[in-house]
């Protein structure tokens, strides 16, 4: 008679995961650091949700989309993206696969972002997909404030009677 202690990952398919992997944190930062004496210690700087212009098309400044997953096992591929409320697609990171032996360990997934265009203020989705299906979303915010344009000299006339 033999026990079987832990069973292959091989043949756990997708609906077979002791605990479905989910998301343990999401954010949005400016810059991601590695500490070089211990890689799994990361350092997040510059988080936000959002950015304030006065132009537009607004050219987005460097950053990086970072999730950390979790409480499962098996061999999962995530990918982020990001949409404006209206449903426009900005941008698709590449598909990356990741594989969580046991539900103790963790995968954290780190996309940079650069090169996109917002074309409209308003709400937008940065969005995590993992094997396809939607796990998470955070909001981005792109807040437009006009340029303070110069008043002419009839507008402070006018003002000042």
């Excluded at 999401?26 to 949700?49: A, H, Q, W, Y």
């Excluded at 990086?64 to 997953?69: A, S």
């Excluded at 696969?97 to 265009?117: P, Y």
């Amino acid at each position: 008679m033999g026990i079987e202690i832990f069973q292959s990952m091989d043949n756990i398919d997708k609906g077979d995961r002791l605990m479905d992997v989910r998301p343990l944190a999401f954010l949005i930062c400016e810059k991601v650091l590695r500490d070089i004496m211990n890689p799994n210690k990361l350092s997040f700087i510059g988080t936000f949700s959002g950015f304030t212009t006065r132009t537009l098309p607004f050219p987005c400044p460097p950053m990086f989309l970072v999730i950390q997953y979790g409480l499962g096992q098996g061999e999962c591929t995530h990918h982020f993206e990001i949409h404006h409320s209206t449903g426009q697609s900005l941008f698709k990171s590449p598909d990356h696969k990741f594989f969580l032996d046991n539900r103790t360990v963790s995968h954290t997934d780190i996309a940079g972002v650069e090169g996109i265009f917002f074309s409209h203020p308003g709400l937008y989705w940065v969005r995590s997909f993992l094997d396809g299906e939607l796990k998470s979303e955070v909001p981005l915010n792109i807040n437009y404030q006009p340029p303070d344009f110069p008043r002419s000299k009839k507008e402070e006339k006018a003002e000042q009677s």
